[in-house]
């Protein structure tokens, strides 16, 4: 039992630091007319925060199966 609770409260702080990661300021901070890989900077921080949402949520999904 111990382990499915940690598990949910691991996916609830997977849902929080997305939350903060979509939010409106920290965007804002890379929408500029810089290019990475020749991909606008917005869109390369974007795939870049999905990619932390999901490796977080696999994280703790990961530890409920042991």
Known sequence: MHRRVLAGDRLIAAF???CVLF???LLSLFDRP???FEIP???AYVFFAW???IALMAWAIEGRFR
């Open 51 to 53: 990619a932390v949402v």
């Open 41 to 43: 900077l917005v869109f």
């Open 34 to 36: 810089t290019e990475v």
């Open 23 to 25: 939010n409106y300021p």
């Open 16 to 18: 929080l630091v997305g």
